[in-house]
């Protein structure tokens, strides 16, 4: 990932984030952006071992990129899990790709799934496109064109590039009326808060 994703992604996170320490992570930051990550691992650590979800998925973040600290994906995975259990749907989302991807832990779709479904239900955009292709190929999921142009759908609403980019593939194997099904069902499950979405 480049710095310029890097510090976009991070500064993404810390805006969502509850800043209930406005010290610490105010601190941090302007440590990160001057990439004094040690610093800023030291003021976040802070944060993260009084119990702040969000502290604890920005540790897991900086362990699963080695900055500030070496880089340890069984660290990153310690953070992630102790926030996801908060529900942080940012490390839901890592701890899905990370089981994706196998980093740290054995390769498993079927855990990587059952994460990204606990984020995309936050209306988490990167948890949304992987579940749409994770349907695409069936991936621990009945293949499904439908179910996957539905949540890739969801996660070019919200903005996702790279969603937005993959719909029109999405759509080729379905008819008209199915993607407007599709798109009746998306638009069912952000009202119904994700509940019972597929």
């Known amino acids: 990932m480049n710095r310029l994703l890097q510090v976009a992604a991070l500064t993404s996170w810390l805006l969502c984030a509850q800043l209930a320490q406005a010290g610490e992570w105010e601190?941090?930051?302007?440590?990160?952006?001057?990439?004094d990550y040690v610093t800023a691992v030291k003021l976040w650590r802070i944060v993260a071992e009084r119990g702040d979800a969000a502290g604890q998925s920005i540790m897991g973040k900086m362990y699963a990129f080695g900055q500030g600290v070496p880089q340890?994906?069984?660290?990153a995975l310690k953070w992630y899990r102790l926030a996801a259990a908060q529900g942080e749907a940012r490390a839901q989302?890592?701890?899905?790709f990370m089981n994706l991807n196998g980093q740290g832990l054995p390769q498993n779709?079927?855990?990587a799934v059952k994460w990204f479904r606990l984020a995309a239900a936050q209306d988490n955009a990167d948890a949304q496109h992987n579940l749409s292709q994770m349907y695409a190929k069936g991936l621990s999921v009945d293949q499904s064109a439908f179910r996957a142009?539905?949540?890739g759908f969801l996660a070019a609403a919200s903005g996702h590039t790279l969603?937005?980019?993959g719909l029109k593939d999405l759509r080729e194997p379905l008819t008209p009326k199915q993607i407007a099904q599709a798109k009746t069902a998306?638009?069912?499950?952000?009202?119904?808060?994700?509940k019972g979405c597929q």
């Open 109 to 111: 779709n079927a855990e």
């Open 27 to 35: 601190d941090g930051y302007d440590a990160y952006k001057r990439r």
């Open 186 to 194: 998306a638009r069912e499950c952000q009202l119904n808060a994700f």
């Open 93 to 96: 989302f890592s701890l899905g």
């Open 163 to 165: 969603a937005k980019q």
């Open 72 to 75: 340890s994906y069984p660290e």
């Open 149 to 151: 142009y539905m949540w």
